[in-house]
C-alpha cells in the first residue's frame, strides 16, 4: 500500500511529462511561424502552460519516485493552487458566458448580434481600443469575409435565406436596420436611414472596413468565444474531477513518505 501511492504519482507525472513536450513544442512552432496577429496571441500562453506543466510534473516526478519529502510538498501546493485557480476561472467563465445570444431577424436566414447583450465584462474587452486593433487585423488576415464572395455573386433572395456565422453576420454585412440596398454579400449601397445604429454610419463596402468596426462585430465576436468558454468551462470540470484525484493520491504518497522517513530517522 505504501508504495502503490507513490508509483502512481510518479507514473502519472511522467505522462503529463510527456504531453508538456508537445505543447511547448507546439508553442514554439506558433512563435517562429505565427506572422499573422491571430498566431501570435496564442504562443506565450502555450509556452508559459507547457513549462508550468513540465516543471510541476518534474516535482512530482522526482518527489514520488526519489522520496523527497520537500519536492513532493512543493508540488502538493502548486497543485492545490492550481485546482483552486481552476475552480475560479471555471465558475468565473461559467457566469460570463451566461448571457447573450444571436437575435433573429424576420425574413433572414442569419441572426444578428448586439453588443448590449453579452456580459459587461466581456464586452470592456473587446471595447478596450488596443485589444480591438489586434482582433480586427486578425479579422481582416483570415477569410472570414471573403469566403462570402467566393462563390460568385449571390443572388438577394438566396443571402438573405443564408446561414452566416456569429462573425460573418455581425463583421462583414450591415445590420438589416440600416435598410441599406443588397449588391453583394459585402458590398451594399448607403441609402439615407432613420435608424440610429452607429453601425449604419461604421459601415463601408471597402473591402478593409467592412462592419468590422461596427459593435456587432464585437458582438459576433463575444458570442464565439462564448460557446468556446463553455466547452472550456465543461472541459474544466473534468480536468478538475482528475486533479482532484491525482492531488489526493499525492497526499498518500506524502504521507507515505514521512512515515518511512521518520521510520529510517528513529528506528
Ligand atoms: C460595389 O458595387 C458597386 C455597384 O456595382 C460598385 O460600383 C462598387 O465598385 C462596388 N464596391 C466594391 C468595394 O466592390
Excluded at 501511492?5 to 511522467?14: D, E, K, Q
Excluded at 479579422?139 to 446561414?163: A, Q
Aim: hydrophobic share 40%; glycine share 6%.
Amino acid at each position: 500500500m505504501v508504495r502503490i501511492s507513490n508509483n502512481l504519482v510518479g507514473i502519472l507525472n511522467f505522462i503529463t511529462f510527456l504531453l508538456s513536450i508537445p505543447i511547448i513544442a507546439g508553442g514554439v512552432w506558433l512563435s517562429r511561424q505565427g506572422t499573422s496577429e491571430c498566431e501570435r496571441f496564442l504562443d506565450k500562453p502555450v509556452i508559459a502552460l507547457g513549462a508550468f506543466l513540465m516543471i510541476v510534473s518534474l516535482a512530482g516526478l522526482i518527489g514520488a519516485c526519489c522520496r523527497v519529502s520537500w519536492l513532493l510538498w512543493v508540488y502538493l501546493l502548486v497543485m492545490f493552487l492550481l485546482i483552486l485557480l481552476l475552480t475560479c476561472f471555471t465558475i468565473f467563465a461559467f457566469v460570463v458566458t451566461n448571457k447573450g445570444a444571436g437575435e433573429v431577424v424576420s425574413g433572414r436566414g442569419y441572426k444578428e448580434y448586439r453588443l448590449g447583450d453579452y456580459s459587461s465584462w466581456l464586452q470592456k474587452r473587446v471595447n478596450s481600443d488596443k485589444n480591438w486593433n489586434k482582433i480586427r487585423s486578425c479579422l481582416e488576415e483570415s477569410k472570414v469575409c471573403k469566403s462570402l464572395i467566393d462563390d460568385g455573386n449571390t443572388p438577394r433572395d438566396e443571402f438573405y435565406n443564408k446561414h452566416l456565422s456569429a462573425i460573418q453576420s455581425g463583421c462583414c454585412k450591415p445590420s438589416s436596420d440600416c435598410g441599406f440596398t443588397y449588391v453583394t454579400p459585402t458590398n451594399w449601397t448607403k441609402t439615407p436611414t432613420t435608424s440610429n445604429n452607429p453601425d449604419c454610419t461604421a459601415w463601408d463596402s471597402n473591402q478593409n472596413t467592412l462592419c468590422y468596426n461596427c459593435q456587432s462585430c464585437k458582438a459576433g465576436l463575444l458570442d464565439n468565444i462564448k460557446s468556446d468558454w463553455k466547452k472550456v468551462a465543461i472541459l474544466n470540470v473534468v480536468f478538475l474531477v482528475f486533479l482532484i484525484i491525482v492531488y489526493s493520491i499525492g497526499c498518500c504518497a506524502f504521507r507515505n513518505n514521512r512515515a518511512e522517513n521518520s521510520w529510517k530517522r528513529y528506528p
